[in-house]
């Protein structure tokens, strides 16, 4: 059974940048995803890639400010957060699944973080 943790979320001022950690262990895992859910929303994809890294998605409100990638030595997956805006509130969860190319739907995804929360507000 694959266990993932997150880590690095907190408060930050609006234009700031975090870094959230995402760290596996157990089983392989292949396509990876950040999501995120705000109060009253529902759960979307922030970032995804295939387990090649051939393919990425970035949501469009992220685009050019979020950057996903991976350190397979490390077994981690990382979600860099720059210029963050305080509509990027939310709680924070990494996702692995067992298949090799990526998606954007949650329920493609096998395993889950516990999320990690993310404050932008001054």
């Known amino acids: 059974h694959l266990q993932l943790v997150e880590s690095g979320g907190g408060l930050v001022q609006p234009g700031g940048s975090l870094r959230l950690s995402c760290t596996a262990s157990?089983?392989?895992?292949?396509?990876i995803g950040w999501f995120r859910q705000a109060p009253g929303k529902e759960r979307e994809a922030v970032a995804c890639?295939?387990?090649?890294?051939?393919?990425?998605y970035y949501a469009n409100s992220v685009k050019g400010r979020f950057t996903i990638s991976r350190d397979n030595a490390k077994n981690t997956v990382y979600l860099q957060m720059s210029s963050l805006k305080p509509e990027d509130t939310a709680v924070y969860y990494c996702?692995?699944?067992?298949?090799?190319?990526?998606?954007?739907?949650?329920?493609?995804?096998?395993?889950w973080g516990q999320g990690t929360q993310v404050t932008v507000s001054s």
């Open positions: 996702a692995a699944s067992t298949f090799f190319t990526m998606a954007t739907l949650p329920d493609y995804y096998d395993y």
């Open positions: 157990g089983p392989d895992y292949y396509a």
């Open positions: 890639r295939s387990s090649n890294d051939d393919e990425t």
